[in-house]
């Protein structure tokens, strides 16, 4: 892994190349974009390539490694943290499914981490993951930090949701962009990961610029359309088994919204052009998700999606004798 193998994000490469280039490092980064585009993964390579030994360009050789590459290659590198819900359980003894913001005493326990002069001068990284979640008073403690930075440290903040950061905190990282994905890069990152080629192209259209949905969409395990499209009560059963908190069911109506649209797809076969009634139906699906995010019931939407599909496939399917 190096950061030339994260695809389809050449304007934030780019920018760490030049920074790498350059030497000059700010003491704040901030990788933002939409979620599942490769931001942490650049986070952890560049963190990487500031300690490279054999660095050309941007990364180590791929044959013969430097020590420092190989370690961070197995998540032993001390001079980098990869700040997560499972980093800050562990530091905090808490649960880790309990971690749902960033608290002021692991940013505390971060900064005299990073304080602590490393080894043979080299550059200490914190890459704080979801950093929108940071609570006011850490976010104020690393503020008091970037004021003044040791030297050789940086902090990678990363989040989809920049925004919600605080705007003293935003003005102070660098900004690196991380865009939306081409269709054909989710498609290459997909069959890359080993998924199969008709599973690719079926999911890729959907992921909307993101490989971590596409991924997630070929692997949870939600009930495929196949399995229950010949059950006349299948759509009321769904909507049934439905949790009732809506921030809960919306994303499972989303993400059964998202398998019926590949399932249409998938049943065009080979054919270039969809039919006219696939067309439409596409097209109905899609106007119920933004149903579904202007707030429309989630069950509704999810018994009027089913229907229309069970509607489709009856039409489409050789009459009985
Ligand atoms: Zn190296």
């Known amino acids: 892994m190096s950061l030339s193998s994260i695809l389809g994000q050449e304007r934030a490469l780019q920018r760490l190349r030049s920074i790498l280039t350059t030497r000059a490092v700010p003491p704040a980064l901030l990788f933002h974009g939409p979620q599942g585009v ?4 650049a986070a952890l390579e560049f963190a990487k390539a500031l300690n490279c030994e054999k660095r050309q360009d941007d990364s180590c050789p791929r044959e013969g490694p430097c020590p420092s590459c190989a370690g961070a290659d197995k998540g032993i590198d001390p001079d980098i943290r990869k700040v997560d819900a499972a980093y800050q359980a562990s530091l905090l ?3 880790e499914a309990k971690q749902r913001s960033i608290k002021i005493d692991t940013v505390r326990h971060l900064i005299r981490d990073l304080e602590m002069r490393s080894m043979l001068g080299r550059w200490k990284t914190a890459v704080l993951e979801d950093a929108h ?6 976010a104020n403690a690393m503020l008091k930090t970037l004021e003044e930075p040791p030297s050789r440290t940086v902090w990678i903040l ?4 920049p925004g919600e950061l605080l705007a003293t905190i935003r003005s102070r990282c660098h900004p690196v962009p991380f865009a939306p994905l081409a269709a054909d890069v989710i498609m290459q990152g997909l069959l890359e990961r080993g998924i199969a080629r008709p599973e690719a192209e079926a999911a890729a259209p959907l992921a909307e610029g993101s490989l971590g949905r596409a991924l997630q969409t070929l692997e949870r395990a939600q009930p495929d359309p196949e399995e229950w499209l010949a059950a006349p009560l299948a759509p009321f059963e769904l909507a049934d088994a439905l949790p009732t908190g ?3 069911a919306r994303p499972l109506v989303e993400d059964q919204l998202h398998r019926m649209e590949w399932h249409v797809r998938r ?3 080979p054919r270039t052009y969809a039919s006219a009634e ?4 596409l097209r109905e699906l899609s106007d119920l998700r933004r149903a579904l995010r202007s707030n429309a019931s989630p069950r509704l939407v999810l018994e009027l999606a089913a229907l ?3 509607e489709f496939q009856t039409a489409g399917s050789p009459k009985p004798p």
């Open 158 to 161: 990363v989040t989809h949701r």
């Open 38 to 41: 490769g931001k942490a993964t």
């Open 246 to 248: 809506l921030h809960l």
């Open 93 to 95: 003894e808490q649960e």
């Open 278 to 281: 696939a067309r439409a139906v």
């Open 133 to 138: 979640t940071l609570v006011p008073a850490a």
């Open 308 to 310: 229309r599909l069970q």
């Open 267 to 269: 049943s065009l076969g």
